[in-house]
Antibody, heavy 119, light 106 residues
Framework: EVQLLESGGDLVQPGGSLRLSCAAS????????MSWVRQAPGKGLEWVSG????????YYADSVKGRFTISRDNSKNMLHLQMNAVRAEDTALYYC????????????WGQGTLVTVSS | DIQMTQSPSTLSASVGDRVTITCRAS??????LAWYQQKPGTAPKLLIY???TLESGVPSRFRGSGFGTDFTLTISSLQPDDFATYYC????????FGQGTKVEIK
């Protein structure tokens, strides 16, 4: 059974940093592409970042480019999102999602970790 | 950036009703479209991918159609478990979601 478990969400001040993690199990993590998708309170879904399993190529939404860094540790089946220079508009529930490159969709999602940016 | 526009934003319906949600892309995305269902407090669930392919385990009352810029999600006979918010998502240039359609009890 595929499981994705996010952690690391917290209250952080504007301009601060935070590192989110996602522990994956139930599939061969290194063979699959992964993404982060966020949802601001009461709002819709926004794709944040993605990373390929085959070559570690990374992708970012314009809203986070230059501030966030996605990475993976295939030896530990872990996905990370380093968030720097955070802003109030980064406040959201951050989901880790398994990304199917062939069809472009997200077939498995974690339950999310909450990031609140406030002074 | 490709924008995705869903309509309606809210839909009131009864059990047994046929429900249709539309999603329009700001430019052609071929068949690179997925639909998700999200219930309060839970993660989104993939229903349909590549515009019309039903994800494994999803009931056959869900149907997706469309190509290019115009897409629809149809629920043939609404069930109590189907009251939720539905999102479309494109994958032609990166990923963009529609704003969501809430299906509520009439």
């Amino acid at each position: 059974e595929v499981q994705l478990l996010e952690s690391g969400g917290d209250l952080v001040q504007p301009g601060g940093s935070l590192r989110l993690s996602c522990a994956a199990s139930g599939f061969t993590f290194s063979s699959y592409d992964m993404s982060w998708v966020r949802q601001a309170p009461g709002k819709g879904l926004e794709w944040v970042s993605g990373i390929r399993g085959s070559d570690d190529n990374t992708y970012y939404a314009d809203s986070v480019k230059g501030r966030f860094t996605i990475s993976r540790d295939n030896s530990k089946n872990m996905l990370h999102l380093q968030m720097n220079a955070v802003r109030a508009e980064d406040t959201a529930l951050y989901y880790c999602a398994k990304w199917r490159y062939s069809s472009g969709d997200f077939d498995y999602w974690g339950q999310g970790t909450l990031v609140t940016v406030s002074s | 950036d490709i924008q995705m526009t869903q309509s309606p934003s809210t839909l009131s319906a009864s059990v047994g009703d046929r429900v249709t949600i539309t999603c329009r892309a700001s430019q052609s995305i071929s068949s690179w479209l997925a639909w998700y269902q999200q219930k309060p407090g839970t993660a989104p669930k993939l229903l349909i991918y590549e515009a019309s392919t039903l994800e494994s385990g999803v009931p056959s009352r869900f149907r997706g159609s469309g190509f290019g810029t115009d897409f629809t999600l149809t629920i043939s006979s609404l069930q109590p478990d189907d009251f939720a918010t539905y999102y479309c998502q494109q994958y032609n240039t990166y990923w963009t979601f529609g704003q969501g359609t809430k299906v509520e009890i009439k």
